[in-house]
């Protein structure tokens, strides 16, 4: 190894165990007997036993899996018609602000969001009496920040690909949305995909803008490990670490797997 | 296309932009405990005169921008030299390497601060291994330390410092770094002058990615930060949810929104024309 590999090696080995060692510790310690994560007191798998048998918590991931099914389908539609009217149409009035609009929820602070997104919930039970605060409020909310997600994605996919095929199909003589179907979307199909898993894992994941809408009767997952881990370490939050690092892996491995086999 | 365009736009306009006024609207009124929403609306700025003139807010603000500029720059020290080794390593290695970067940020944001919890803890192993090794006689916590939550948003947000570093890099034509080397110019200087300068919109956009985030960031000052640790955006939430004054928290998001215009628009700049440049 030269001078260069081995800076590049050790960078790299250090900057890997920096991102790793963490999430690797707290796997370990799901496998504890001992409730304090500071002392190895032998191998036991009741903590696993214990989220299995904790009701509270899986009603959370189930309210949480729907939201997030919900909020990234609705936001892949709209994302997808916003990232191509982005990529396709150059100009049009109020671009600049549409463009903008698009993008902007990505950057915004999310207690921001969160407190914005309430008031409008807040102000519409004023006025018309609903909606209710719970799985409907949190879904509109995760929809509308997973947005700019799938149209960033669909419009750099766009940007990318050969628009003479397009040209081509309107040239002989089919209509714009026959176009759109037939050409533009297979050809997006593995983009609008992998906006779709972005919009998913946020919705899965988001504590902050989903506490501000939730309302009273509602708890999603992140909303109970924040009032689980307020209180400290808690081993059955490590349990659910591990299948979160786990079924992220798998998720990521088979993404790169489809995308690498479409090219 | 019309329905292209008019369909994000409704949505965002109802569920984006709408609620932007209400803010507004809401931090200009009165706070109202008595009243469910506890609010009287009004037209008085006094919210706004006295998150400028109570010092616990001025410090809030003050400490928000230097946590997350000091982190911004850490991360970036960070992240420049993993972005360059993977950029140079071999080709076949690349998406491997770009992956394991990734991965992390498709697990639970709150779960990666949660692994920092127990590692941090009086007795955790950090704790544990600065005592064996000597390094400190008695360190305690370093949990509910501003060092924490320096740790905390360079750990969480790493990966958006590498991704658009590594996208500049990897472009980086190497011949003019072969060109510089028979000139007869040093690596160092080599760098100095081609690879440094031709990453600037890589710096820049990663240095925002992280920036923008941190300033409003809640979880990480919550979980790890200690009571004196202020943050804008716990100072936020603790207005709502602890003190419910709805009117001083809105008024706080419209001045945390003012304070970000300026990095935002700029990212969105730069977004814009380097998509541009690839149509």
Redesign the interface.
Known sequence: MNG?AR???T??AF??A???L??V??IV?SFNESRL??VWAGFSTKWWQALFANEAMLDAAWLSLRIALVSATTAA???L??G??L???PF?F?RTL????????M???????G???L??F??SE?LLGGPDRGFLTIT??H??FS?AFV??VV??RL??FDRSLEEAAMDLGAT?WTTFRTITLPLITPAVGSGWLLAF?LS??D??LT??VAGAQSQTL?MR??SS??L??DPQ?NV??TI??CV??C???LS?WLT?RKV | MRYAIALPFLWLAVFFLLPFALVLAIALGTNAPDVAPPVELGFSFKNFALLFSDDLYVAAWLSSLRIAATSTLIALLLGYPMAYAIARARPEWRPLLLMLVVLPFWTSFLIRIYAWMGLLAKNGLIDQFLRWSGIADNPGSILGTEWAVHLGIVYAYLPFMVLPLYATLEKLDTSLLEAAADLGAKPLTAFLTITLPLSLPGIVAGCLLVFIPSIGEFVIPDLLGGTDTLMIGKVLWDEFFTNADWPLASAVAICLLILLVGPIALFQRQQARSLERRT
């Open positions: 260069r800076f590049a090696f960078v790299l900057g890997y920096f991102l790793y963490p999430i510790l707290v310690y994560v500071t539609v709209i994302g018609a916003a191509y009217a990529a396709r149409a049009f109020g549409f463009g903008s609009l698009v993008i902007a929820p950057v915004m602070p999310e207690v921001v969001m407190i914005s997104m008031l409008l807040v102000g004023q509109l909310a929809t509308t947005i149209a960033i419009q750099a940007a990318d714009p894992t899965l994941d504590l902050i506490q501000f992140p490990v924040y881990v307020r400290g370490v939050i659910l670490a979160i690092v992220a892996a998720a990521l491995i790169g690498r």
